[in-house]
C-alpha cells in the first residue's frame, strides 16, 4: 500500500520537527549553565478541526503550517540557566496550538510607517467593527504572544488567500517583516534559542542592552549575524528621506558641520562688558578732598611774593 503525497509531506514534518526539536534540547542542555529544559508533548491536531478553522476564516492554512499542526498541535519549549546561586527562566520558543490560533484586530496604518493612538491590547477586541485595517494586510493570526512585548502573526495581505506571510506587531504596534513561510519562521526561532526578544533583532530598534548580554552568552554567531543585517538595513535607510506628501527630498544632517558653524558663531559674538558700578559716597568726597590745595602749599605761595 502506497501512502499518498500528503501523508508523505506530514512524515517529512515529522522528521524535520522530531530532528529540530530533540536537537535542540540537545544542545542546550550541553551548553554551561543551562537547566531545567523542557519540550512540552502535545498530541497531533485533528485534520477535521484545521479544516473548520479554514471554514470559519474564509482563507487557506498554508501547508507548512497545515502540516505542523498534523505533526503537534503547537509548541513550547522552555530553559533557564543558573545564575548567582538561583534558577532563571530565560529562553521560551512557542507556537500556539490551533484553538489559540485567532484573528487579531489589526491596526490603522498611516504614512511613513505610524499608526493610530492603540496598544497591542487594542488589537484583541474580536468585533468585527473594531477591527482597523493595516495598509494592504487584510486579517492577522497570532501564532506567538511574545511575552507581551510583541505578537508573531500569520498575515495575510488584502486580496490574496495563499502564501501568508510571518510578521511581528511590536509595541508600538508598527510591523516588521520576519519570514516568508511559517517554516523559515520556525527555523529562525530555533536558531535564536528563543532568547527573550530575539523577533526585535529584525526590527530597527534592534535588541536591548540585556537581550544583547545573553546572546553574547549564548548565541554570539546568531548575534553578528543580526547585527550585520540591521547595520546593512540601516544603512540602505540612511539615505535622503523623501517626504511623501510635498514629494520633496530632506537632506541628511552633517553634526560636524552643524557644530562647526554653531562653535563658530559663538567664537564671532564679541563678550559683554559688565556694568561699571556707581562710585561710593565716600570715594567721591576723597577724590574732592585730594583736589584742594594743602595749607603748606598756600604759605610757601605767600612767602615767595
Not at 532568547?195 to 546572546?215: C, E, H, R, V
Not at 562653535?263 to 585730594?290: E, L
Request: charge should be positive; charged fraction near 30%.
Amino acid at each position: 500500500m502506497t501512502t499518498s503525497l500528503p501523508d508523505e509531506k506530514a512524515a517529512r514534518t515529522r522528521e524535520l520537527y522530531d530532528r529540530i526539536s530533540l536537537g535542540i534540547v540537545r544542545s542546550l542542555e550541553k551548553r554551561t549553565g543551562v537547566t531545567d529544559v523542557k519540550l512540552l508533548d502535545r498530541k497531533p491536531a485533528d485534520p477535521g478541526r484545521i479544516c473548520d478553522w479554514e471554514q470559519e476564516h474564509c482563507t487557506h492554512m498554508p501547508e507548512d503550517l497545515k502540516n505542523f499542526y498534523i505533526t503537534t498541535d503547537g509548541l513550547l519549549l522552555c530553559w533557564s540557566v543558573k545564575f548567582n546561586g538561583s534558577v532563571i527562566p530565560l529562553g521560551r520558543m512557542e507556537v500556539n496550538p490551533l484553538g489559540n490560533l485567532k484573528r487579531i484586530a489589526t491596526p490603522v496604518s498611516e504614512k511613513h510607517g505610524a499608526t493610530q493612538s492603540v496598544t497591542v491590547t487594542d488589537t484583541e477586541s474580536d468585533e468585527e467593527n473594531e477591527r482597523p485595517r493595516f495598509g494592504q494586510i487584510e486579517r492577522a493570526f497570532e501564532i506567538d504572544a511574545c511575552c507581551s512585548h510583541g505578537k508573531v502573526c500569520l498575515v495575510y495581505e488584502e486580496g490574496v488567500v495563499a502564501n501568508p506571510k510571518i510578521w511581528f506587531l511590536d509595541r508600538a504596534v508598527r510591523w516588521h517583516f520576519l519570514a516568508s513561510s511559517f517554516m523559515e519562521y520556525f527555523r529562525l526561532m530555533v536558531m535564536h534559542l528563543g532568547l527573550p526578544q530575539w523577533q526585535y533583532a529584525f526590527t530597527d530598534i534592534g535588541l536591548s542592552p540585556m537581550s544583547k548580554q545573553w546572546f553574547n552568552l549564548y548565541a554570539p554567531v546568531r548575534l553578528a549575524i543580526d547585527d550585520e543585517q540591521l547595520g546593512r538595513k540601516l544603512r540602505d535607510t540612511d539615505a535622503d528621506i523623501v517626504v511623501a506628501d510635498k514629494g520633496t527630498v530632506v537632506g541628511k544632517v552633517d553634526i560636524d558641520r552643524l557644530f562647526k558653524i554653531t562653535s563658530d558663531k559663538n567664537r564671532d559674538k564679541q563678550p559683554k562688558k559688565k556694568p561699571q558700578p556707581p562710585p561710593s559716597p565716600q570715594s567721591n568726597s576723597q577724590k574732592v578732598s585730594s583736589s584742594r590745595p594743602s595749607l603748606a602749599h598756600l604759605a610757601s605761595k605767600r612767602n615767595n611774593r
